[in-house]
């Protein structure tokens, strides 16, 4: 049997065990089973975009957006159509190849799906990949999505169903499970992750990969964000997470997960260039770009090319992006220090 064989029925005993490997050797397996999938010096570039930011009615204890707590986000109505093109058009010069788009909803409305069906269509239209993130959705939104040309959604699980109604209480597991087969169901790929260092136990960072890799099909793309403690959010003063503990959780969602793109998203801004090296060692090929995802801080777009060029590492490229055109966004990145205030946190 291959290192990296997809599983489906992955047991608490079997992750804990991963977890208490020696350090060295989960890391060597965790690599060793990236190579045969992926290229080990390539990582996916992502650029996030928040098009509609605040007053969301879930009480995520982790999220700024949420209308629950007082923090100095600033509320913003939908993004115009054409915004939200110029901006993909940006991702796309400085090297992204999927754009995602964010929006601070319990579920998108009705009113709303006309314009989204736009966004969807016109950023796919630049030759970018598409990505939303817009709360739940049901069987219908999802169908709707998927015609509009929508290639992934993103719905994280966020951690273990145990330890899940200690960070949300306006939406249920199952309600994300749901979405999860909408999309599914729609024939969409799915973007579907987590969070560490939510004042969680071990044992939830066990069930959250167990949960995710134990997916009927497991998610093509696998976010593992590291909490970013914003004030005002009740997860504020949280302990912070140890970053060998990080790492550790980013090999084990390669040993689980080997065909999907493990992505080092949220809290990067708390990791040196080392951290982050060991955490494409161990098996992550995929980050946002750009200087802000949500709503908190992303390492400078310049500094992520930079890092990468220094690890003799390079943006994976699809058909329609060439050498070329990377070599322009790292001239780019380093001549120009350009940035947009829309993006913001995965």
């Avoid at 007082?70 to 940006?90: C, I, P, S, W």
């Avoid at 590291?226 to 980013?250: A, Q, S, W, Y």
């Avoid at 995929?286 to 390492?299: H, R, V």
């Amino acid at each position: 049997m291959s290192l990296g064989t997809v599983r489906h029925d992955w047991t608490y005993e079997e992750v804990k065990a991963l977890f208490e490997m020696p350090f060295n050797d989960l890391l060597f397996k965790a690599a060793s089973i990236h190579r045969e999938t992926f290229n080990p010096n390539e990582v996916q570039i992502s650029t996030l975009l928040s098009i509609k930011t605040g007053a969301c009615p879930e009480d995520c204890k982790y999220c700024p957006q949420s209308g629950h707590y007082k923090t100095d986000l600033e509320r913003e109505r939908l993004m115009e159509v054409d915004k939200v093109v110029e901006q993909a058009r940006l991702a796309k010069t400085k090297g992204a190849t999927r754009f995602c788009m964010g929006a601070a909803w319990s579920d998108p409305k009705d009113r709303d799906m006309p314009y989204i069906e736009k966004m969807v269509r016109e950023v796919k239209a630049l030759g970018l990949e598409t990505c939303m993130t817009l709360g739940m959705l049901s069987e219908d939104k999802a169908n709707t999505l998927a015609t509009a040309g929508l290639d992934y959604y993103n719905h994280n699980l966020d951690t273990s169903p145990e330890y899940y109604q200690q960070i949300i209480t306006t939406r249920t597991y199952q309600d994300r499970l749901d979405t999860l087969e909408h999309v599914r169901g729609a024939g969409m790929k799915v973007c579907s992750g987590g969070i560490v260092g939510m004042g969680e136990q071990a044992a939830d960072r066990f069930g959250l990969l167990m949960n995710l890799a134990n997916l009927p099909k497991q998610p093509e793309s696998v976010p593992i964000n590291m909490l970013v403690k914003v004030k005002g959010t009740p997860l504020e003063n949280v302990e912070d997470l140890d970053h060998f503990e990080f790492v550790r959780t980013i090999a084990v969602a390669r040993i689980m997960m080997p065909k999907s793109y493990v992505r080092l998203s949220a809290g990067r801004t708390q990791m040196n260039e080392q951290m982050q090296s060991m955490c494409f060692f161990a098996g992550a090929n995929s980050i946002f770009y750009g200087d802000k995802l949500l709503t908190t801080e992303n390492p400078e777009a310049d500094a992520d090319m930079l890092l990468l060029k220094k690890l003799g590492m390079r943006p994976e490229t699809r058909e329609d992006y060439s050498d070329e055109a990377y070599e322009a966004s790292l001239s780019s990145a380093i001549a120009d220090k350009q940035t947009s205030e829309l993006f913001y946190e995965a």
